[in-house]
């Protein structure tokens, strides 16, 4: 199985800021990449998908990057809504893995 | 609208079966394939189960031979029976559709999440 590793496990920024999550697979994975959002108690969104197509609702201040093993998400001004827990998972083959999250928490 | 709304959770003891439902609207299920993704309490998500428009399935290794997917189309409805739970099984389990672009597939709509709690 492809093993997925975010980092940082979680961070701490303010409103306004620029945040990046980083996301790497134990292989190379061409650019077969998503980014969700969960907040808590509530299923994940996807915000992301094939590494840098933003899903149709999701702002413009979210976007996606990378190609091969390394990915980025990149929230250009970070808002209060955006505060949650972000998951990237690939989809190159079965199964499909997630990472193991990056926790946005206010500063 | 597309909406997945999943049921069938609840506590159940170990060695156990149950059996979840997510019923489908503003699609057709049987047209698109439909995936269980779980999450233990405090954890990050794992991908569990899928049913492809063709009825082929595919299991992570950690269900297989316990969990089977399948799907009533008149009912437009996912299931997942499982069995032979496990404490380790405890989580939410929410029902996903996979959508596709060129690089891949990605899970753009799930239900609200159904609780399974394997305990005696």
């Known amino acids: 199985d492809i093993q997925m590793t975010q980092s940082p496990s979680s961070l701490s920024a303010s409103v306004g800021d620029r945040v990046t999550i980083t996301c790497r697979a134990s292989?190379?994975?061409?650019?077969?990449l998503n980014w969700y959002q969960q907040k808590p108690g509530k299923a994940p969104k996807l915000l992301i998908f094939?590494?840098?197509s933003l899903q149709k609702g999701v702002p413009s201040r979210f976007s996606g990057s990378g190609s091969g093993t390394d990915f980025t998400l990149t929230i250009s001004s970070l808002q209060p809504e955006d505060f949650a827990t972000y998951y990237c998972?690939?989809?190159?083959?079965?199964?499909?893995?997630f990472g193991q999250g990056t926790k946005v928490e206010i500063k | 609208e597309v909406q997945l709304v999943e049921s069938g959770g609840g506590l159940i003891q170990p060695g156990g079966s149950l059996r979840l439902s997510c019923a489908a609207s503003?699609?057709?299920?049987?047209?698109?394939?439909m995936s269980w993704v779980r999450q233990a309490p405090g954890k990050g998500l794992e991908w569990v189960s899928v049913?492809?428009?063709?009825?082929?399935?595919y299991y992570a290794d950690s269900v297989k031979g316990r969990f089977t997917i399948s799907r009533d189309n008149s009912k437009n409805t996912l299931y997942l029976q499982m069995n032979s739970l496990r404490a380790e099984d405890t989580a939410v389990y929410y029902c996903?559709?996979?959508?596709?672009?060129?690089?891949?597939?990605?899970?753009?709509?799930w239900g609200q999440g159904t609780l399974v709690t394997v305990s005696s």
């Open positions: 503003g699609f057709i299920v049987s047209s698109n394939y």
């Open positions: 292989q190379s994975i061409s650019s077969y």
């Open positions: 049913i492809y428009s063709g009825g082929n399935t």
């Open positions: 996903a559709r996979e959508n596709f672009h060129g690089n891949g597939d990605y899970f753009d709509y």
């Open positions: 094939a590494a840098s």
């Open positions: 998972q690939h989809s190159y083959s079965t199964p499909p893995t």
